[in-house]
C-alpha cells in the first residue's frame, strides 16, 4: 500500500475518532447558539499583493480563493461575539471601524465582542492606496466591507442550538527565523536564519462548534507563524509568477473542508512574527513552492485532525470579554522628526472558566504567547492571538529588542511590560465578574 494511501485511511480513521469524541458530549444540552457564514474575497481583478515590497508586477491569477468567514456565539444569557476570520495580509484600522461600526449599528454588538484576525498571506491583495495601484485598492476595499458586512449578518441570522469543545496538539514545521544573536559575530551560524534554537510555539488549538445532527459544523484554529511558505508560485524564464492564494493556512482550511462536508474551517493567525514555515520558497530545488505551501497545509489540517481525536473537553459560558489600548512608545532618535506613540488594541475573551483568548494588534513575537499561557495557566486554556484589530508593523518583545535586527523597530524598552499587564489586567477583571 502506498504512502497516499496510508495518510488517507489515517485521516479516515482520525475522523471516526473525532465524531465519537464529539458524539460523546451530545448527551449534554445544547446551551450555545452558533452560526456560521463565509465569503470569497479573491479581487476580482489583478491588482498589487502585500507582503513583499521587491515585486516588480500586480498578480497574475489565482491559484486559491481567499475567504472571509464569520463565526456568531451566543452563550445562555444572551450575550454576543463574532470572530472573523481573513486570508489577507492584515486587519487595516479603517476596515475594522467599518466592521466595528456595522456591527454596532445592525447587531448592537459592543467593540469588545469582535474580534477580527488575518491570516497575514503574503499572496492576498494591497489594500492600502499605494501610488501604484490605489484605484484598483480603493474598490477592493468597498468590496471587501460589503463582504464582511454580509458575513456578519448571516452568521448571527443563523444562530441555532450548538454545543462548544476544545481541543489541542502539535504542528512542527514552524521555525524561529531569526538569526542566532547568542552566538560570537564570528560564528558563521550567527548570520544564518532559520535558528533552530530559537524559541518556537508548535501548538495548535482548536475550537470545535457542533450542532444537533450534525458531527461538525464549524472549526476554529491557529498556529504561530508566518504565511510566507510562497514569494511566488512559480517561475518561469526566471520571471515570477503571482498568484492569490492563502498560503499553507489556506491549504489547511481548505483540506479540512474537503474531508469534511458540510464544515467551515477557519485560520487564526498566533504569535508568529518571528517565524517562517520550513522549508520554504525555493529551498529545494526539486520541490515547487506551491508544493511546499500544500505539504504544510495538509500537515496543520492532520494536526488539527489529531486534537479532535485527541481529548475533548467542553467549553461553557459565559461569554465576558474586554478590548482597551494600551500606548506604546517609540525611542526619539531625531528631535526634528519625532515618532508618534502607538494606540494599541488587547482584547481578551473568557469563556467561562474553561478558555481565555488573548488576541493583540500586528506581528507580535512568540515571547508574548509563551509567556502568557506560563503566566496565566491554571486558568483554563490560554490561547494567544496576534495579527489581530489593527494591524501595521513588529511588535518586539524585550528580549527581541535587546538583540535587534529585523523584528526589533525602535518602541522603549517597556513595550512588552505594558502589553503583558494589560492582559493580566483585563483577564483579572473578567474572571472577578
Same mark, same amino acid.
Given at each position: 500500500?502506498?504512502?497516499?494511501?496510508?495518510?488517507?485511511? *489515517?485521516?479516515?480513521?482520525?475522523?471516526?475518532?473525532?465524531?465519537?469524541?464529539?458524539?460523546?458530549?451530545?448527551?449534554? =444540552?445544547?446551551? *450555545?447558539?452558533?452560526?456560521?457564514?463565509?465569503?470569497?474575497?479573491?479581487?476580482?481583478? #489583478?491588482?498589487?499583493?502585500?507582503?513583499?515590497?521587491?515585486?516588480?508586477?500586480?498578480?497574475?491569477?489565482?491559484?486559491?480563493?481567499?475567504?472571509?468567514?464569520?463565526?456568531?456565539?451566543?452563550?445562555?444569557?444572551?450575550?454576543?461575539?463574532?470572530?472573523?476570520?481573513?486570508?489577507?495580509?492584515?486587519?487595516?484600522? *479603517?476596515?475594522?471601524?467599518?466592521?466595528?461600526?456595522?456591527?454596532?449599528?445592525?447587531?448592537?454588538?459592543?467593540?469588545?465582542?469582535?474580534?477580527?484576525?488575518?491570516?497575514?498571506?503574503?499572496?492576498?491583495?494591497?489594500?492600502?492606496?499605494?501610488?501604484?495601484?490605489? #484605484?484598483?485598492?480603493?474598490?477592493?476595499?468597498?468590496?471587501?466591507?460589503?463582504?464582511?458586512?454580509?458575513?456578519?449578518?448571516?452568521?448571527?441570522?443563523?444562530?441555532?442550538?450548538?454545543?462548544?469543545?476544545?481541543?489541542?496538539?502539535?504542528?512542527?514545521?514552524?521555525? =524561529?527565523?531569526?538569526?542566532?544573536?547568542?552566538?560570537?559575530?564570528?560564528?558563521?551560524?550567527?548570520?544564518?536564519?532559520? &535558528?533552530?534554537?530559537?524559541?518556537?510555539?508548535?501548538?495548535?488549538?482548536?475550537?470545535?462548534?457542533?450542532?444537533?445532527?450534525? =458531527?461538525?459544523?464549524?472549526?476554529?484554529?491557529?498556529?504561530?507563524?508566518?504565511?510566507?511558505?510562497?514569494?511566488?508560485?512559480?517561475?518561469? &524564464?526566471?520571471?515570477?509568477?503571482?498568484?492569490? =492564494?492563502?498560503?499553507?493556512?489556506?491549504?489547511?482550511?481548505?483540506?479540512?473542508?474537503?474531508?469534511?462536508?458540510?464544515?467551515?474551517?477557519?485560520?487564526?493567525?498566533?504569535?508568529?512574527?518571528?517565524? #517562517?514555515?520550513?522549508?520554504?520558497?525555493?529551498?529545494?530545488?526539486?520541490?515547487?513552492?506551491?508544493?511546499?505551501?500544500?505539504?504544510?497545509?495538509?500537515?496543520?489540517?492532520?494536526?488539527?485532525?489529531?486534537?479532535?481525536?485527541?481529548?475533548?473537553?467542553?467549553?461553557?459560558?459565559?461569554?465576558?470579554?474586554?478590548?482597551?489600548?494600551?500606548?506604546?512608545?517609540?525611542?526619539?532618535?531625531?528631535?526634528?522628526?519625532?515618532?508618534?506613540?502607538? #494606540?494599541?488594541?488587547?482584547?481578551?475573551?473568557?469563556?467561562?472558566?474553561?478558555?481565555?483568548?488573548?488576541?493583540?494588534?500586528?506581528?507580535?513575537?512568540?515571547?508574548?504567547?509563551?509567556?502568557?499561557?506560563?503566566?496565566?495557566?491554571?486558568?483554563?486554556?490560554? *490561547?494567544?492571538?496576534?495579527?489581530? &484589530?489593527?494591524?501595521?508593523?513588529?511588535?518586539?518583545?524585550?528580549?527581541?529588542?535587546?538583540?535587534?535586527?529585523?523584528?526589533?523597530?525602535?518602541?522603549?524598552?517597556?513595550?512588552?511590560?505594558?502589553?503583558?499587564?494589560?492582559?493580566?489586567?483585563?483577564?483579572?477583571?473578567?474572571?472577578?465578574?
Amino acid at each position: 500500500m502506498n504512502a497516499m494511501k496510508l495518510i488517507a485511511l *489515517w485521516v479516515v480513521g482520525l475522523g471516526l475518532v473525532a465524531s465519537r469524541s464529539l458524539g460523546a458530549t451530545a448527551a449534554t =444540552n445544547y446551551l *450555545w447558539k452558533a452560526g456560521v457564514a463565509s465569503a470569497v474575497i479573491t479581487p476580482q481583478t #489583478n491588482m498589487w499583493m502585500a507582503g513583499y515590497a521587491a515585486r516588480k508586477s500586480p498578480s497574475h491569477g489565482t491559484a486559491q480563493d481567499l475567504f472571509a468567514k464569520a463565526l456568531a456565539l451566543e452563550d445562555e444569557e444572551g450575550t454576543r461575539l463574532v470572530i472573523i476570520t481573513m486570508d489577507l495580509i492584515g486587519v487595516r484600522p *479603517w476596515l475594522r471601524q467599518f466592521v466595528e461600526k456595522h456591527a454596532a449599528e445592525r447587531h448592537k454588538l459592543p467593540p469588545e465582542r469582535l474580534l477580527m484576525n488575518a491570516s497575514h498571506t503574503h499572496c492576498g491583495p494591497e489594500y492600502r492606496e499605494i501610488k501604484e495601484g490605489e #484605484n484598483a485598492a480603493g474598490h477592493y476595499t468597498a468590496f471587501l466591507q460589503e463582504r464582511l458586512a454580509r458575513i456578519i449578518d448571516e452568521a448571527v441570522g443563523r444562530l441555532a442550538p450548538a454545543q462548544l469543545s476544545q481541543a489541542r496538539a502539535r504542528c512542527g514545521f514552524a521555525m =524561529n527565523r531569526r538569526r542566532n544573536y547568542q552566538l560570537p559575530a564570528t560564528d558563521p551560524n550567527a548570520k544564518k536564519a532559520p &535558528n533552530p534554537d530559537g524559541p518556537v510555539d508548535h501548538n495548535v488549538p482548536v475550537l470545535m462548534v457542533q450542532s444537533p445532527g450534525t =458531527n461538525l459544523c464549524a472549526v476554529l484554529f491557529s498556529y504561530a507563524c508566518h504565511n510566507t511558505t510562497l514569494s511566488s508560485v512559480s517561475m518561469t &524564464n526566471n520571471i515570477p509568477r503571482y498568484e492569490f =492564494n492563502g498560503d499553507y493556512a489556506g491549504f489547511a482550511q481548505e483540506t479540512l473542508q474537503n474531508g469534511r462536508a458540510g464544515l467551515t474551517a477557519m485560520f487564526m493567525a498566533g504569535c508568529g512574527a518571528d517565524q #517562517n514555515p520550513y522549508p520554504r520558497h525555493y529551498m529545494v530545488p526539486y520541490v515547487r513552492p506551491l508544493e511546499f505551501a500544500q505539504h504544510h497545509g495538509r500537515t496543520l489540517a492532520y494536526a488539527v485532525e489529531a486534537a479532535m481525536a485527541a481529548h475533548v473537553r467542553p467549553v461553557r459560558g459565559p461569554i465576558r470579554a474586554a478590548l482597551e489600548h494600551v500606548t506604546l512608545e517609540r525611542v526619539q532618535k531625531d528631535p526634528k522628526r519625532p515618532v508618534p506613540a502607538r #494606540n494599541y488594541p488587547v482584547q481578551v475573551i473568557r469563556f467561562g472558566d474553561d478558555l481565555t483568548l488573548v488576541a493583540l494588534g500586528a506581528e507580535v513575537v512568540v515571547d508574548y504567547s509563551l509567556r502568557l499561557k506560563r503566566e496565566l495557566a491554571g486558568k483554563g486554556v490560554v *490561547w494567544v492571538a496576534g495579527y489581530s &484589530n489593527d494591524y501595521g508593523g513588529y511588535i518586539p518583545s524585550l528580549r527581541v529588542l535587546k538583540e535587534g535586527g529585523y523584528e526589533a523597530p525602535d518602541y522603549k524598552p517597556d513595550i512588552e511590560e505594558r502589553i503583558v499587564s494589560k492582559v493580566r489586567e483585563l483577564e483579572s477583571r473578567l474572571r472577578a465578574r
